[in-house]
């Protein structure tokens, strides 16, 4: 069975900037393609980013592209959000979710092509 935990949330302002990370273990990390979503209070939970399984490939939403950069070090088993330019909108618990199956390169972005969860990390962002 495969445990996602994620760390690194807080309370910021606007234009703050945070890093997630996603501590896998459970299973050999390389061979699971990574995602982050979150969902803010009273939203359904949305995609965000994904990063294939060497990293070579990454998919954000519209919505953060060009502010959040998804990354991955296979050596230490874990995954990353860097979030630049925080807005209040962003505000949300973030989730890590993995997907197994999948060839090298290959992304998984939408919530039912992944198979196991983290609990999340509430980001806050106040105007």
């Known amino acids: 069975q495969v445990q996602l935990v994620e760390s690194g949330g807080g309370l910021l302002q606007t234009g703050g900037s945070l890093r997630l990370s996603c501590a896998a273990s459970?299973?050999?990390?390389?061979?699971?393609?990574m995602g982050w979503f979150r969902q803010a209070p009273g939203k359904e939970r949305e995609f965000v980013a994904a990063?294939?399984?060497?990293?070579?490939?990454?998919h954000y939403a519209d919505s953060v592209r060009d502010r959040f950069t998804i990354s991955r070090d296979n050596a230490k088993n874990r995954m990353f959000l860097q979030m630049n330019n925080l807005k209040p909108e962003d505000t949300a618990v973030y989730y890590c979710?993995?997907?197994?199956?999948?060839?090298?390169?290959?992304?998984?972005?939408?919530?039912?092509?992944?198979?196991?969860w983290g609990q999340g990390t509430q980001v806050t962002v106040s105007s």
């Open positions: 979710a993995a997907a197994e199956g999948r060839s090298p390169y290959s992304i998984a972005w939408q919530q039912r092509e992944f198979d196991h």
């Open positions: 459970g299973r050999t990390f390389s061979s699971l393609a």
């Open positions: 990063i294939s399984r060497a990293g070579a490939s990454r």
